[in-house]
C-alpha cells in the first residue's frame, strides 16, 4: 500500500532545511537622503511662493560723520558688564537691575550682580494676581516699567544673578517665547470661563514659569552667610527706596505733580511720576550724570536716526531741527504715538563733540551687541530731548529747588 504522506512530510523537512539556512538579518541607522520627493516638493513651494521683494529701513546716511566710536571718549560710572535679554520684552528689568548695582556700587561701594529674571518671576505673579482681580481687564505681557524693581523688592527680596539665572541647562540665551504664549493661552481660557480663583491661577502660572525659567530660591548663600530674599535686599543691597524718583515729562498732565505715566506698561496705573518741563528734565539729567550719577531710562527707539550699526541715536534734520525741538514737538509725537515706550536701558556717561552732548548707553537689546563696543550704544541729547520720555534717579542727584518740592 502507498504512503501518500511521504512526499508531503519530504516538502515539510525542505522547507524547513531552507528556513534554518538563511543569516539572521541586522538593521543600522542611516542619514535620510534627499530624493525625488524633495525634487517635488521644493518645485512646489516655489510655485506657490510670492516672489520675495527686498524690505529696506530708510535711515540716515552717516557717511563722513564725526561721531562717537569708542568708550574712551566718555566719562562713566562703574556699572556691570554689558548682558543679553535674550528673545524676551524684559528690557526694563534689566536695564533698572542693572541701573541699581550701580547704586549699590556708588553708595557702599560693593560690587553686586543682582537677578532680572527673579523681578520678572514676580512681576507675571502679580500680573497674574491683577488680572483675576480686574476680571481680566489688566494687560498680561512681557513690558513693565522701572518702578516695579523697587516694587517687588520690597515685597518679594532680590537675589544674586548665581542664584536665579532663568536659564535652563545648556541654555545660552533667554527666550520666553513659549512661556508667555502658554501663559497667555491660559488666562484667555480663564477669562472665557468666568474662573477667577486667584490662588489657581498665580499656581498655574508659576508651574508655566517653573518650567520655563526654573524655580526662585527661599534662601540664598552670601560670603557664608544664609539670608532670605528680603534679607538680601534689606542688609546687602540696602536700598532705601524712598531715595529714588521717577521723572517724567509731558504736557498732558501737569507740571510739579504726581501723575500717572499712561503706557500700557504701567499695567497697575502707578501715580508715582513727578511730571516737569522738558528743559528742566534735561538739565537735571545733565546735572545728575556729570555728577557722576547713572539713571535708568525709558522710551522710544524706532527711529531712522537710530542705527545698531554705527552704535548712535540720533535726530535728523529731515526729521526735526535742533532747534525746534522743545515740549511741543515732544507731546505731539507722544500722542501720535510715534513716541512710544518701547525700551529701557542704563544711562551710565557722557561726552561733548562737536559742541552737542552724547550720553553713553548701556542697553540689553540685541542690537547693541552687533558690532564693538558690544552693549552700548551712543544718544544725542537731542534723541534724549525728543524721544526719552522718562528716568528713575537718586533724589540727592536733583538740584535742592526741585527736592523741595517732592513730597
Not at 526694563?92 to 523681578?119: A, D, G, M, Q
Not at 520678572?120 to 524693581?149: D, L
Not at 499656581?203 to 539670608?227: A, H, Q, R
Request: proline residues 4%; charged residues 25%; aromatic residues 14%.
Amino acid at each position: 500500500m502507498r504512503n501518500s504522506k511521504l512526499p508531503i512530510l519530504l516538502i515539510l523537512i525542505f522547507i524547513s532545511n531552507l528556513t534554518f539556512a538563511q543569516e539572521k538579518n541586522k538593521g543600522i541607522f542611516i542619514e535620510t537622503k534627499p530624493g525625488f520627493f524633495n525634487e517635488i516638493s521644493k518645485e512646489a513651494e516655489r510655485f506657490a511662493s510670492k516672489p520675495k521683494t527686498e524690505v529696506k529701513n530708510f535711515k540716515v546716511d552717516f557717511t563722513g560723520m564725526d561721531l562717537p566710536k569708542n568708550l574712551s571718549e566718555f566719562t562713566y560710572a562703574w556699572h556691570n558688564e554689558t548682558v543679553s535679554q535674550g528673545l524676551t520684552g524684559t528690557c526694563w528689568s534689566f536695564s533698572t537691575t542693572s541701573y541699581f548695582e550701580s547704586e549699590v556700587y556708588r553708595i557702599h561701594n560693593r560690587k553686586v550682580k543682582i537677578s532680572p529674571l527673579y523681578n520678572v518671576y514676580w512681576e507675571y505673579v502679580e500680573k497674574a494676581k491683577r488680572f483675576v482681580r480686574e476680571r481680566g481687564n489688566s494687560q498680561f505681557s512681557e513690558g513693565s516699567e522701572a518702578n516695579a524693581v523697587l516694587r517687588i523688592w520690597q515685597e518679594y527680596g532680590a537675589v544674586p544673578e548665581k542664584d536665579y539665572t532663568g536659564l535652563m541647562p545648556g541654555q545660552v540665551y533667554h527666550d520666553h517665547r513659549k512661556m508667555i504664549e502658554e501663559m497667555t493661552a491660559y488666562l484667555e481660557g480663564i477669562k472665557k470661563s468666568y474662573n477667577w480663583n486667584e490662588d489657581e491661577v498665580v499656581s498655574t502660572i508659576k508651574s508655566i514659569m517653573n518650567f520655563y525659567i526654573g524655580v526662585p530660591p527661599s534662601k540664598v548663600n552670601v560670603d557664608g552667610d544664609e539670608m532670605t530674599p528680603k534679607e538680601y535686599f534689606k542688609n546687602v543691597l540696602a536700598l532705601n527706596p524712598d531715595d529714588y524718583v521717577e521723572i517724567l515729562s509731558y504736557m498732558q498732565q501737569p507740571y510739579y505733580q504726581y501723575v500717572e505715566y499712561e503706557v500700557s506698561d504701567n499695567w497697575w496705573h502707578s501715580k508715582e511720576y513727578y511730571n516737569i518741563p522738558l528743559d528742566e528734565f534735561m538739565s537735571v539729567l545733565k546735572d545728575a550724570v556729570k555728577k557722576g550719577y547713572t539713571v535708568s531710562i525709558g522710551g522710544d527707539v524706532s527711529e531712522p536716526g537710530m542705527d545698531s550699526w554705527n552704535k548712535v541715536a540720533m535726530i535728523p534734520t529731515f526729521d526735526i531741527p535742533s532747534q525746534y525741538i522743545d515740549e511741543n514737538a515732544r507731546q505731539f509725537r507722544f500722542s501720535n504715538q510715534t513716541t512710544t515706550d518701547d525700551h529701557g536701558i542704563h544711562l551710565v556717561g557722557m561726552t561733548s563733540k562737536n559742541g552737542k552732548d552724547w550720553y553713553l548707553i548701556k542697553d540689553s537689546g540685541a542690537g547693541s551687541k552687533n558690532v564693538e563696543p558690544k552693549g552700548y550704544y551712543f544718544y544725542n541729547d537731542d534723541f534724549v530731548k525728543l524721544k526719552m520720555m522718562n528716568y528713575t534717579i537718586h533724589k540727592d542727584a536733583l538740584p535742592q529747588s526741585l527736592k523741595s518740592k517732592l513730597k
